[in-house]
């Protein structure tokens, strides 16, 4: 908790603030160089004492008294509802409850056949390729590292039972520096366990606690458990560079998102496999509860579900035969079924080319040493168009009942792009939700905005939401005095680090006195920070070279702007558009007002959150997934300046930053770029510096005051973790945790039951149909006055169910607008009731009303119905007339 705590920083600070600056604020590293005579004058000092005291009371408290997660389930136990009875406060699969956000929804006409129990989850696993805790450990690349940190923190805030389960990886991310030309360079810095705030987990004999899996030609790959400490949230981390294993497989966790496939795929099953039993054996150890819902975070660790499923066929531990946990032997099918409702899986990528995709054959020799797993039922989980390809996201769909993307846009997007899944469904009946991602407060704040934040709404409103209307009774020069503090901190640290990043790229002192006045911290600064793939457009501003160098030099209203970002190893793509942006920022008549500064980590970015004026965010809509940085930078007071996609597109209002308007259906990718930057332009020019330089007689900007205002007043609850959390635990984690209870009732009983009715209806559903609809108007429609608005539509469908009984299956009416080519519009449903039959038939009946004027359609509908569905899609079955 010290990375976001400020009493426990400013108590490591006093310790020795020259070596806590030197040990760049890493706490082991200083505590290894403080002197003893240091520590023996510190253990004489009173005042210090004092300070130490109460910061480990408030720890103590902090890790053991309840929070918001207690006093949840506390509520929900004192008005329990029956078993099986669907508490009122709890949204279902692809809803919301009316307290939440509508940012959760699903535009979804299918109906949500899952109930849920009151009780919550005693304990979650959450699966990440990487983790962004603090720069100190650094084990993550970007977005997705510091979404997973920012997660477990804000679990840590609310006292959420959460393990998170990830790889130690020997050298982290790589470091960036930057070549003379400019190109990337990257430097891979070993990292020593023993160094790091880390520690490693023993079982109850002293001895340390590893785990292992079986490779291919009879190899083994051994995995050492390690823990780090995130505040109440214990963060597992396995390390394969360990004497039991052979050369090859100590470097399984070299590096983040390195090496070839069969180097990625180890490094997967390590995570999904060796994860699940390096929980087994913590909370063997350390008696917590064993998780009942598993949330895999990408498709990097979708192996937890074949584990999982092993452990329910073969028993509990790794390579034993017989029986599972509790005595019941379950068949793949099953176990399928039993695993699926406590799994929970996550998508972060809007595109194809993000989710790892092995040969298939090279996943069928890695899983061929798991006794008692059908090797091809696990393939057929990772199945896609191409044959001779295993998709993880596909895998971690078809093993999780509960999915979602993470932001309103990207959930629409992800129905889209995983559409081929759930043939024969609307993209909007796609059963993926959307949850949209947050920010850990305490982290990203700076200290001046987060202080004035707890003291107008509230210590705990900040931590676990609220509403934050009270910023309004922070006066306009309060919050302009404070944001000019925070530029000037900014500009520091960038002449700092700018003249750090020349000397390495070998220039001489004697060149760069120059840096000692590079930017103005009463300039209008901008940011741009993140990865650097292509369709996030790092150069897009310099689609018009002159056009910018006129916005950086305007005599009256300068721009400067601060740039940084990694690309990947391996994408020289990436590479080559860093190196025309340090081109473009080393020209001497522009290079004060502009910098890209290279290694962006968690250290650099909270200067650039804290000190911008504007986030610029320009990507290629829609892929970007959510792009929490300029939530970072919004919980700071910034103004967003974004193409409308990922969050910006659902929490854009006009008064919290600007739209970069997007052209839309041009498909000329230069054309659309020359499009979008000059309207970039067209919007700092003529919109963003006019009003960050319209001065009041007092010199206060009141108008972009009133934006940051707004920014803070609105967005703050919002981009919070913390929401995103509870978002969470009521939408995804509670539902999961409830279906995942009623599978094991009874001897697995549940589980088994479902497996024999989804084969059954699998097998019959090729003869499921609808034979035929017959339509009547009623009312005065149907006395000859036509269709009329408020009128409504009596139909009447004959079903063929193949043996099917009126149980199995759910008969609807689809009605809506339509299109000129017929296709049902912004559609809703209304159930037909079973009326009589025969002769293999059955007719359903039911009533539609007309509530709109114009083209009006229909249809008919068969889904299959069943009490443990959280959704009537995920079959994937459907019969339409």
Known sequence: RWSWHRDSLDLLESVDPELWAASAHDPTRMLGWVSAERLAQLSRDRKFLRRLEDVHDDLTDYLTQPRWYQREQNRRSERAAPIGQVASSLPSQGQVASSLPSHGQVASSLPSQ???ASSLPKAIGYFSPEFGITEVLPQYSGGLGILAGDHLKAASDLGVPIIGVGLLYGAGYFRQSLSRDGWQLEHYPALDPQGLPISALYDGDGNPVRVALDLPEGRRLHAQVWVAKVGRVPLLMLDSDIEENDAAARQVTDRLYGGEADHRLEQELLLGVGGVRAIRAYCAVTGMPAPEVFHTNEGHAGFLGVERIRELITGGAPGSEGVAAGGYALSFDEALQAVRAGTVFTTHTPVPAGIDRFDRELVAAHLAGMPGVPVERILDLGAEQDPTIFNMAHMGLR???????????????????????????????????????????????????????????????????????AIDKVADSE??????????????????????????????????GWTASAFDPDVLTIGFARRVPSYKRLTLMLRDPDRLRALLLDPQRPVQIVIAGKSHPADDGGKQLIAQMVTFADDPAVRHRITFLPDYDIGMARYLYWGVDVWLNNPLRPLEACGTSGMKAALNGALNL???????????????GWAIPTADGVIDADRRDDIEATALYDLIENQVAPRFYDRDSAGLPTRWVQMVRH???????KVLAS?????????????????????????????????????????????VSVLYVDSQLTGEAAAGGGPMLGGALSLRAEVVLNGLSVDDVVVQAV?????????????ST?????????????????????????????????????????SSAELGLVATA
């Not at 503090?485 to 220039?507: F, K, P």
């Open 642 to 656: 974004s193409i409308l996609d990922g969050w910006w597109d659902e929490w854009f209002d006009g008064e919290n």
């Open 711 to 717: 920014t803070l007043k609105t967005l703050g609850p």
């Open 723 to 767: 929401r995103m959390v509870e978002d969470y635990v009521q939408q995804l984690y509670a539902p999961a945790a409830a279906s995942a209870a009623r599978m094991t009732d009874d001897g697995f009983a549940p589980a088994r039951a479902l497996a024999a009715w989804r084969s059954r209806v699998v097998d019959a559903w090729p003869g």
């Open 479 to 512: 919050l302009w005095r404070v944001r000019g503090v925070l530029r000037e901190r900014l500009v520091v640290e960038i002449r700092r680090r700018m003249h750090e990043s020349l000397l390495q790229r070998g220039m001489s002192e004697l060149e760069l």
């Open 399 to 469: 093993l999780g009942q509960r999915a979602n993307g993470v932001s309103l846009l990207h959930g629409a997007v992800s129905r889209g792009m995983f559409a081929d899944l759930w043939p024969g469904f609307d993209e909007a009946d796609v059963p993926i939700s959307s949850i949209t991602n947050g920010v850990h407060a305490p982290t990203w704040m700076a200290r001046d905005i987060l202080e004035i934040a707890e003291r107008e709404v509230g210590v705990e409103v900040v931590a676990e939401g609220g509403g934050w209307d």
């Open 830 to 870: 209304v159930p037909l009731v079973a009326a009589a039959g025969g002769d293999g038939t059955l007719w359903f009946e039911g009533t539609v009303p007309l509530q709109r004027t114009g083209a009006f359609g229909y249809t008919v509908r068969v889904l299959p119905k069943h009490a443990s569905l959280a």
């Open 815 to 827: 009605y809506g607008a339509v299109d000129t080519d017929d296709r049902l519009l912004e559609s």
């Open 114 to 116: 899952g109930q849920v």
